[in-house]
Nanobody
């Protein structure tokens, strides 16, 4: 059984940084970060294809966010720099035991989800 737990959210001023952590238990193949702002649909932010550490990013966060793995491939991180008010959302970690490629940002690709962590940028 795969379990995901996000942490590291909080409130920051525009231009600041946060580092989110996704603690993973069980085997996963692809791990992704999604976010959902109030009144909006959930959208893909970044993903990591674990066997080869291949990274994917939404256009809105390229150059600002970075997804990475610890040496033991657990936990998974999302480093968020140059944060904007538009980044305010609940951030979720998602995973699947099979490759979620292509279409990594499609919600239906993911089997396991964390509880979410709130990020507020003002």
């Amino acid at each position: 059984h795969v379990q995901l737990v996000e942490s590291g959210g909080g409130s920051v001023q525009a231009g600041g940084s946060l580092k989110l952590t996704c603690a993973v238990s069980g085997h996963t193949n692809t791990v992704a970060w999604f976010r959902q702002a109030p009144g909006a649909e959930r959208e893909g932010v970044a993903a990591l294809y674990q066997p080869y550490a291949e990274e994917f990013y939404a256009d809105s966060v390229k150059g600002r966010f970075t997804v990475s793995l610890a040496n033991a491939k657990n936990p998974v991180y999302l480093q968020m720099n140059s944060l904007k008010p538009e980044d305010t959302a609940i951030y979720y970690c998602a995973a699947v035991r099979r490759p979620a490629l292509p279409d990594w940002s499609f919600l239906g690709r993911y089997t396991y989800w964390g509880q979410g962590t709130q990020v507020t940028v003002s």
